[in-house]
DNA sequence: CGTACTTTTGAATCGCATCAAATCTGGTGG
DNA sequence: CCACCAGATTTGATGCGATTCAAAAGTACG
């Protein structure tokens, strides 16, 4: 396995596509070389299954692209979708977990690092400059968590715009690195919805589109 | 400041309202004696402001009772909830950054733990059970809030409450800590919408409500 | 026993999801 | 280079469901 290669591949390639691991002042380059040496690299197709409720927890997936969702059954066979993750760890909290409490299924042809869990814990344990690198990448997304929660509260497209704009862009100007459609899903939103929203609010002089850039005018007075 | 025996005395009693800090099984339990004793317990009252943004970081609030307001403002003077929080710890993400980066308002009377950050820095350094709770309760509301994120994400009120007790539920049977209303607003709906949807999953016997407690019967076919 | 809050039901309105269809775009292969 | 295709973008029309406003009944608490 060229997992070691990989993992610096990846790195300093900065050839994935998941943005968050780079946001987050490149955690994988954190990762110590014990730990380097034996991550090994998957990938799995759209349909397969990561792993199911009830198995060991061995691994800590980290996925750089595609999509994993997390579900869990009842026993009537009901399905409720956990988590549907495109990048990132999977399952963090399984970290204290002896077995998983979710099955984990590819939903599109996917890529991933998997961290035997014994060597991650140990690599935490000790390495102090891995664990504070890990402890911030954690706050942080609890943050953004939380942040987001608050956003698909509010019952309304526009608020939801301009608060992300608010919130993740920089100084009320953001530059989007997605499609709007994935965009319109991460604010839980009908892409037609986003569509013609933002066309109002530019009508009204509530923001600026340029291509991929956007940029709140005044914000001052909420007139929706 | 009698902070030592405050802190062992809300452990002990378990008279908090915040219960994830329980549910976490007992994480301030696990406070090291050395940080007990420079916690220091704080009543705000509404409208009061806890930090401001640009300040420097010099404590870690934990939120007992009450709510506190994350909240950011722009040039214009236009202004954004990141978060209500209404217990569990603020702002942990701030413990990576030398000042706060939004305001932090009461929005009620709320009482507060206040741990002086770099005595929690430390102790997470030098007390490896301390920090391995720490990490859990990270991971553990990563995974409590995707979770939500995603129930956030479903446009239909029977959906989401049938989420909720898929996923927060034990084996689909939830009794509830909160009012109905407080429970409409962490599911982002109304709390009338919340009572119809209730009563309307009832009749159609895909649920019981006895009080407090609510029950899912058959979750298979999704016929909202 | 009064006050504040939750629970409940009703009616009206409006915003968003949904379905549909046309245009535009980037990327692929002939 | 062009034809082609899949996906994104855009606009239109429609209906449902949730919000909202309103008001009454129930409940907790001092």
């Known amino acids: 396995m060229?997992?070691?290669?990989?993992?610096?591949h990846i790195v300093n390639t900065k050839r994935m596509d998941w943005h968050t691991l780079i946001e987050s002042q490149g955690?994988?380059?954190?990762?110590?070389g014990d730990l380097?040496?034996?991550?090994?690299?998957?990938?799995?197709?759209?349909?397969?299954?990561?792993?199911?409720?009830?198995?060991?927890?061995?691994?800590?997936?980290?996925?750089?692209?595609?999509?994993?969702?997390?579900?869990?059954?009842d026993a009537s066979g009901g399905r409720i979708v956990l988590q549907r993750s495109r990048g990132g760890f999977i399952a963090?909290?399984?970290?204290?977990?002896?077995?998983?409490?979710?099955?984990?299924?590819?939903?599109e042809n996917t890529r991933l690092l998997c961290f035997p869990l014994s060597e991650f814990l140990h690599a935490l344990e000790g390495n102090a400059h891995f664990r504070t690198m890990w402890m911030?990448?954690?706050?942080?997304?609890?943050?953004?968590?939380?942040?987001?929660?608050?956003?698909?509260?509010?019952?309304?497209?526009?608020e939801r715009i301009v608060h992300y704009l608010e919130?993740?862009?920089?100084?009320?100007?953001?530059?989007?690195?997605?499609?709007?459609?994935?965009?319109?899903e991460e604010l839980g939103l009908s892409h037609e919805a986003l569509y013609r929203t933002l066309k109002k609010l530019a009508g009204q002089g509530r923001l600026k589109i340029e291509g991929k850039t956007i940029s709140l005018l005044r914000s001052s007075d909420y007139q929706y």
Chains 1, 2 share one sequence.
């Open 27 to 32: 955690f994988l380059e954190f990762i110590p």
């Open 92 to 107: 963090e909290a399984s970290i204290d977990s002896k077995t998983y409490h979710c099955d984990a299924v590819a939903a």
């Open 136 to 158: 911030a990448l954690l706050a942080r997304e609890v943050r953004k968590l939380r942040t987001r929660c608050e956003r698909l509260s509010l019952h309304n497209a526009g």
């Open 36 to 73: 380097r040496k034996v991550t090994e690299r998957r990938n799995i197709a759209a349909g397969e299954m990561l792993f199911r409720a009830g198995s060991s927890v061995c691994y800590l997936y980290c996925l750089l692209s595609g999509e994993v969702r997390l579900v869990r059954h």
């Open 167 to 184: 919130s993740e862009g920089a100084d009320g100007v953001l530059t989007l690195s997605q499609s709007r459609k994935a965009w319109a």
């Open 2 to 8: 060229p997992t070691c290669y990989d993992l610096n």
